[in-house]
Nanobody
């Protein structure tokens, strides 16, 4: 059974930084494209950033230049380094694997049940 465990969230002031981690188990991590998503108050879950099994990355425009997604296949973990945070980044952050576009999928073609997420709150 696949488990996704997100950690690293917290309360931070605007302009601050956080590093999120997502530890995956029950799957062959290195073969999976992984992504971070977030769901803000009263909003739908949205893509934040994705990384393919080969290491290619993609970001939504609102986080480009501020967030960096990376992966450590030896640790079965995907990271999201977040800098210059602003209150609009407040959300619960989740990770999941997805079918990449090259395989006929898209970033919302997620593969597994969602974890509990990690709360990020940015104060102004």
């Amino acid at each position: 059974q696949v488990q996704l465990v997100e950690t690293g969230g917290g309360l931070v002031q605007a302009g601050g930084s956080l590093r999120l981690s997502c530890a995956a188990s029950g799957m062959i991590f290195r073969f999976n494209a992984m992504a971070w998503y977030r769901q803000g108050p009263g909003k739908q879950r949205e893509l934040v950033a994705g990384i393919t099994s080969g290491g290619s990355t993609n970001y939504v425009d609102s986080v480009k230049g501020r967030f960096t997604i990376s992966r450590d296949n030896a640790k079965n973990t995907v990271y999201l380094q977040m800098k210059s945070l602003n209150p609009e980044d407040t959300a619960v952050y989740y990770c999941n694997a997805f079918y990449p576009p090259d395989n006929g999928g898209n970033y919302y073609s997620t593969l597994y049940s969602w974890g509990q997420g990690t709360q990020v709150t940015v104060s102004s």
